[in-house]
């Protein structure tokens, strides 16, 4: 994971800097052949077909990003309806006896994912696509904050220490990480375009209070009573920090138990 990361880091410093040297017109990769100012770059520094080569290479990998995504996401939905955090949870919290893979919160990932992009397609629907994904951005971003904010401000003696420790930069680290975090989250709340209207302004505070609403009736009326959380428990002593999560398959009316091995660090 730290060699991805480092991988990552580097391979995107890298491409950033090429554009950056790429861009001699400022005006034409605003007002290029297409909206995308990137896009606009390749083909003012390498042309029509090299250009759009480079292009069609990023939207691929744009695509089985969007995969990726949709895998992660459907797991998160899994496990909170596994979970019994959401209605409905018996349908969508079901593994396939066959596949062994939570197919009906994959389906239900990738169509949302699917009407989510039709939203694109008008301008009106641009401005609340962009309200979408930013609210998915926040919500990324808060939900890696937090634990690192605890792990800063309480910083437990008998927290384990693994080969993916910081050690003495922990601290400093996470203090960065979170300011990090909770700055970029908030410029998410700021306009996108100026003059602000009503048809272009950033909607994503109406979004965020929608969201939280629905998710605090959800909590009131439905969750509190029904979400469980995982099942959690040690597997022996000498690795105390390995837990099991049980997930109950049905398959030819008989009860299966998959173990799915889980390292805490």
């Not at 909206?35 to 759009?52: E, K, P, R």
């Not at 962009?130 to 792990?151: E, N």
């Not at 375009?193 to 609403?213: A, I, K, W």
């Amino acid at each position: 994971i730290i060699y991805t990361c480092f991988a990552t880091g580097i391979g995107g410093m890298l491409y950033l800097m090429a554009l950056l040297f790429a861009t001699v017109d400022i005006d034409m990769a605003l007002d290029g052949q297409t909206d995308i100012v990137a896009i606009n770059v390749f083909l003012m520094a390498c042309g029509d077909q090299l250009g759009s080569f480079l292009a069609w290479l990023v939207v691929l990998n744009l695509f089985f990003g969007g995969l990726s995504s949709v895998t992660v996401t459907g797991r998160i939905t899994f496990a909170l309806m596994r979970d019994k955090g959401f209605y409905m949870s018996d349908y969508f919290g079901q593994v396939h006896p066959t596949l062994l893979s939570p197919i009906r919160a994959l389906f239900f990932v990738g169509m949302f994912d699917i009407l989510l992009q039709l939203t694109a397609l008008t301008g009106n629907g641009l401005t609340a696509f962009y309200s979408i994904t930013g609210l998915t951005t926040v919500g990324f971003q808060v939900s890696y904050a937090i634990p690192i904010i605890l792990k800063v401000v309480f910083d437990p003696v008998d927290f384990p220490k693994t080969p993916m420790s910081l050690g003495w930069f922990s601290r400093p680290l996470g203090i960065l990480s979170s300011c990090w975090l909770f700055g970029t989250s908030c410029l998410m709340f700021l306009p996108t375009l100026f003059p602000v209207t009503v048809s272009n302004m950033n909607y994503l505070v109406v979004v965020f209070l929608t969201v939280l609403g629905c998710g605090t009736v959800n909590w009131i009326f439905n969750s509190q009573y029904t979400f469980t959380g995982p099942k959690r428990h040690h597997h022996n002593d000498d690795e105390p920090n390995l837990v099991y999560d049980d997930i109950i398959i049905e398959r030819n009316n008989k009860n299966i138990v998959m173990h799915t091995r889980n390292t805490y660090h």
